[in-house]
């Protein structure tokens, strides 16, 4: 199988790993494909995502596309996040292999996920 230089960066360096405990919104979701799990925890600030974490039982795939999407999401608008999907960040890791493509859910169900439980708390 083959991978990216990017996407073996980001699994031997994972970006945002971690937890945020007073965390404004948190998504957590399980991939029915392997079972593996995702939390991504989002600060909020001005509608913005000011800072976000995420911590994972997933498989390298899942830590590297994860680790992109903090990356992707961080600065930007509620609204704008909303819009990242997991096509874009496999793009913006330079791919990935066809079988791992599931893995890549994981990331931007729990980055939706959070933000909707944040909105939700807001109401
Ligand atoms: Fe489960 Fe990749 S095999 S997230």
């Known amino acids: 199988m ?18 945020i405990e007073d965390a404004d919104g948190v998504g ?4 029915p494909v392997c079972g593996d799990v995702m939390s991504i925890y989002i600060k909020v600030k001005d509608d913005k995502i000011d800072d ?3 911590k994972t039982f997933g498989c390298g795939a899942a830590i590297a ?16 996040a909303m ?21 890549s ?3 931007a169900d729990a980055l939706h996920e959070a933000i909707e439980n944040y909105r939700g708390k807001k109401k």
């Open 28 to 31: 957590s979701v399980g991939n």
């Open 52 to 54: 976000i974490k995420f």
């Open 65 to 80: 596309t994860t680790s992109m999407t903090t990356e992707l999401a961080k600065g930007k608008t509620l609204d704008e």
């Open 83 to 103: 819009t990242i999907t997991r096509q874009d960040v496999a793009d913006e890791l330079g791919g990935l292999p066809p079988v791992k493509m599931h893995c």
């Open 2 to 19: 083959m991978y990216s230089e990017k996407v073996l960066d980001h699994f031997r360096n994972p970006r945002n790993v971690g937890e």
């Open 105 to 107: 859910n994981l990331a």
